[in-house]
């Protein structure tokens, strides 16, 4: 999150001229500004999720931009901060009613929001390390418990912090490899995108 992963800590130890592992000041960065981040995917031919990226004045034209929202994406959609980490701030939108307060909760972590449709996919992730040549790992899948699929449609920060100290069985993630259920060509093209991905936001280590 921010102050950690957002370039900031990483500005200053370049200043302090210490060492330290992980992506630099500017990979950093763009790693957390969303907006950004997927502006620069986009020009690079990535595949993104469409989305609309919204500063305080919308909350004057609540009315019209929910119109267009829901003539882009429909609803449910979701609504997060462009520069936050986790769940911070973040709402899952069923009605233009709830576009605004939720848009309000956004606005309150960063002076960026973004409203992005809902897709019903799974959550694959593929772990890139490197330098001028990186290496994708296998990728994996984070679920929740067989019991709890259905209940849990994306994992709120409450969730993912307090509920888990208290509750440990209501959300017991957990990473399944799967590269033996992948089709190996999909495989390869997913690493490869990982690995365009890292390059294009220069996530490689110092």
């Given amino acids: 999150g921010s102050f950690g992963e957002d370039g900031t ?3 200053l130890l370049e200043v302090a001229g210490l060492p330290y592992v992980g992506a630099g000041v500017l990979g950093s960065a763009l790693g957390m500004d969303k ?3 997927k502006e620069l995917w986009m020009r690079a031919g990535l595949p993104v999720v469409p989305f609309v990226a919204v500063r305080s004045e919308a909350l004057g ?3 019209a931009l929910a119109r267009t929202v829901e003539s882009r994406f429909g609803w449910p959609c979701f609504v ?3 520069s936050a980490g986790s769940s911070v701030g973040a709402s899952k ?6 576009l605004g307060p939720a848009l309000a909760s956004a606005l309150e972590w960063d002076e960026k929001a973004l409203i992005e449709p809902f897709v019903a996919a799974r959550e694959i992730e593929c772990s890139v390390l490197g330098n001028e040549e ?9 679920l929740p418990s067989p019991d709890e699929a259905e209940a849990i449609r994306w994992i709120e920060l409450d969730l993912l912090f307090d509920d888990l100290k208290v509750r440990p069985s209501l959300y017991t993630p957990w990473f399944r490899g799967i590269l033996g259920q992948m089709d ?3 495989f390869r093209r997913l690493a490869e995108e990982e690995k365009r991905l890292h390059r294009t936001d220069r996530r490689s280590g110092d």
């Fill in 93 to 98: 939108v069923g009605s233009a009613e709830e």
């Fill in 35 to 37: 907006e950004k981040a």
């Fill in 9 to 11: 800590i990483q500005g």
């Fill in 134 to 142: 990186p290496v994708a790992f296998p990728p994996g899948e984070v």
């Fill in 80 to 82: 997060k901060p462009s």
């Fill in 184 to 186: 190996p060509a999909l």
């Fill in 61 to 63: 034209g609540i009315e």
